[in-house]
């Protein structure tokens, strides 16, 4: 999910009360029409689109979208565990190069949604996006509404390296899916993320021990790791709930197939009440009650600076995690991925499955002033040259295939590509509706520390977890999607 | 002259007026209306929905969680503030007897009044940011720190559903009290001396002072006082927000309204919703102030 690079996005009063101010301001106060003012700017808005500079460009094989070489392209970075870097210093000066006359405007943020949702209300809308982030907006509602630019032209569009290929197929199988809106592309999700136990390779060896590969084995690894004084599995409750939930459904659906994800992403009529999810529960509840209740009020920098000091062995997280703890990793701590063990002895999917999957999305506003930049942007960060700099400066491998080949890989990223290697094709895929239906994804962050740290049950979990997912089918004002793989 | 007169008033209200049309009035007028539709908040065609919202919000659990926890802080934050407030203000204006023909307050009385009120200069994100780490749940933690070395063990006190709420009303209180300290001495300086001399001529102890002079004449400054925790017991959002699990847990136990209308509106891009909560919240306030007023009358004392 996008919101993992996140940091946790504190906000102050002082910027609700700005944000409160903006949306006045926007909303056009003390004028009579109210209807027209509250919600106003949409009208507005076409005609700054067709007031803007780029009447186009020609078309041709170097600039497949007919960019207007002198439109100026407004460029919002979420400057969080990724930094922003890479967009200054390798996908800006390449659209540059590309197209001299331009100037390229960069906004770094951490709070994407407080930034823009006043300048989406009123119609003036960066061209190109990085929505991510605790702050993030909501994707389907911007869709709903219009916003966002279909990105088909993007994928067919040729690749900047070889005019032969198409954009599509440079990039990571299950990429342009992962990108899909009511079955329409309108995100590029960029960095190439896997899911699981996160661990010190050296400090295991120190001890001895080898990653659990069934829960019984990892109760036994419990055991032995609480002998030595050291918590075995950990995350943090405060803000960071949904590493968990991840890893629940990652086992679920290693029981049950991948089909499992995808019907809770369509709301399957009592999907939360399957015997996968159950057992998934339930052998997640046993490994949480190892865990200190104080890791409920800890955030999640508190709880992996303490892996960092060898507290801690087991955490669940994702690919960015080294990049995120640079700072913080002492030098002899050398970051492991080791996938969730197998809940069955007849679990469908084997325990080198790994979740996988093309996260952080990037955006083109359909009302932005340069909105052929904006695609050509994403083309460029979609090249060889661009996505080798993104790994470069910001540590992530991207979802360009092989771009990251020959680049000197830190022990996190080269476990991370062993494991890609273990798995194969055995992927446990992404759960959408993390991004579609955050009331229900907000519900599951509150009962999965309500199940880790032993107030309910893994039936009521599921219980809880249902009505959740029955009122959000029930609710009429939330637009349903539906996914098939 | 008398058009003269009028000008020159109209000249001082137009523009605080103004500007309160425009940032106070203006704002809620449209809440009004956008609670009557499904505005996501991103477009310009909001739909009109009638009362959809509001018949929405009665099975609401989260909303009604909200709505008890307003409960509990409008019951004790006001409370325990008014307490103590008045408690230390009696000590630092009168309690030191006569010196003069004056009333003073214990030895030290100016230092205490700048300590109370340091609290109330710090910016509520920095009180926040202080009492996570006061509250930490573990030996890490300050007040947790403390009491391990006397061999008590941690206190989860944001993590326990049970007292989170508690430990967010301590903080609101803490950082409340240094105001309302300062607000009840102008009270009591107001008072006038010979009512004192008389009374302790008469023989009146502290207590007798306290309970019966101070705090009957102190009752305008009290009702004030009430109306204005009463209010900020509506709010509490920022304190919530950065202290809570995942704002407003653990399990919906500190969720407020102002939090949960946030995260309507920005992350569940319901502003219509939002909208109903907060006119909900609105009438909730309004009703208390009411009250509160209507209430609490009494006959006042001229001097």
Known sequence: ?????????????????????????????????????????????????????????????????????????????????????????????????????????????????????????????????????????????LQQEGQLLELTELWDAPSIDDPAKKVRDTVAPGTVESGLID?????????????????????????????????????????????????????????????????ILISAAKIEGNQLLVDIDNLADGVWKRDSVKQSAAAWAEIGKYMDKSFEGLIHTDVQTRQNQGKIALYPSGSWLENEQKSQTPKEFK??????????????????????????????PAKAKNPKGGLEYLRIMLSREGARGFTEKSGNITVVT???????????????????TAAGSNIVTRSDFENWYKELETDLRKHTNALMFGRISADEFCEKMQKAADKTKADSSITKQNRTV | MQHGRYRFIVGFLAAPVLLYVVFVISPYVQAFYIALTNWKGVSANPQFIGL??????????????????????????????????????????????????????????????????????????????LFQTIYRPDETGVINGLLGKVGIDPVGWL??????????????????VGFYVVLFSAGMS?????????????????????????????????????????????????????????????DNSTTVLPLEIWRTAFNFSKFGYASAMGVALFFMTITFAALTLRVTRRERIEF
Request: proline content about 6%; charged content about 15%; some cysteine.
């Open chain 1, 335 to 364: 970051y492991a991925l080791t996938p969730t063990p197998s809940v069955t002895a007849a679990d469908k999917l084997p325990f080198e499955a790994i979740r996988a999957a093309a996260g952080e999305a990037y955006i083109v």
């Open chain 2, 190 to 250: 107001s008072i006038p001396k010979d009512v004192f001399e008389a009374a302790a001529l008469d023989g009146a102890g502290r207590y007798t002072l306290f309970f019966k002079i101070t705090l009957p004449l102190l009752w305008d400054t009290m009702q004030v006082a009430w109306v204005y925790l009463g209010i900020a017991a509506f709010d509490a959002f920022a304190l919530v927000q950065v202290l809570s699990v995942d704002r407003g847990g653990p």
């Open chain 1, 1 to 141: 999910m996008s919101n993992s690079v996140g940091m946790p996005g504190d906000i102050t009063r002082r910027q609700m009360l700005r944000r409160i101010g903006l949306t006045a301001l926007v909303a056009g106060p003390g004028a009579g029409l109210l209807s027209a003012c509250a919600t106003g700017g949409g009208s507005g808005t076409a005609a700054t689109t067709s007031a803007a500079p780029s009447a186009g460009g020609a078309i041709s094989a170097a600039n497949p979208f007919g960019v207007a070489a002198d439109a100026p392209l407004e460029v919002v970075i979420f400057k969080g565990g990724l930094g922003d870097s890479y967009a200054t210093e390798v996908h800006e000066p390449l659209y540059k190069k590309a197209f001299p006359k331009a100037t390229v405007k960069h906004v770094a943020t951490q709070q994407i949604a407080q930034t823009l949702q006043p300048r989406f209300a009123g119609g003036d809308v960066p061209d190109m996006i990085a929505n991510s982030g605790t702050d993030l907006m909501d994707n389907g509602a």
């Open chain 2, 52 to 129: 959809e919202n509001f018949s929405r919000l009665l099975d609401d659990e989260v909303f009604w969680a909200a709505v008890r926890h307003h409960g509990v802080l409008l019951l004790v934050m006001p409370l325990v503030t008014i307490v103590i407030a008045l408690f230390f203000s009696f000590l630092l204006n009168l309690s030191g007897g006569q010196k003069g023909g004056r009333m003073s307050g214990i030895w030290g009385s100016k230092v205490y009044r700048v300590i109370f009120f340091l609290p109330q200069v710090l910016a509520v994100a920095i009180v926040g940011v």
């Open chain 1, 183 to 247: 079955g329409k592309p309108y995100l590029m999700n960029y960095v190439f993320s896997a899911y699981g136990l996160w661990y010190d390779s050296a400090l295991f060896e120190k001890n001895g021990w080898t990653p659990p590969k069934t829960f019984e084995e990892f109760k036994a690894f419990c055991e032995k790791a609480k002998a030595a004084g050291i918590t075995p599995f950990a995350y943090a409750g405060k803000n960071a709930s949904y590493y968990a939930y991840w890893m």
């Open chain 1, 402 to 420: 092989g771009a990251a080949d020959g680049l000197d890989l830190s022990p996190g990223n080269a476990s991370l590509s062993a494991a890609q």
């Open chain 2, 159 to 176: 993590i326990d559903p049970d007292i989170a709420l508690l430990a967010i009303i301590g903080v609101m209180v803490w950082q409340a």
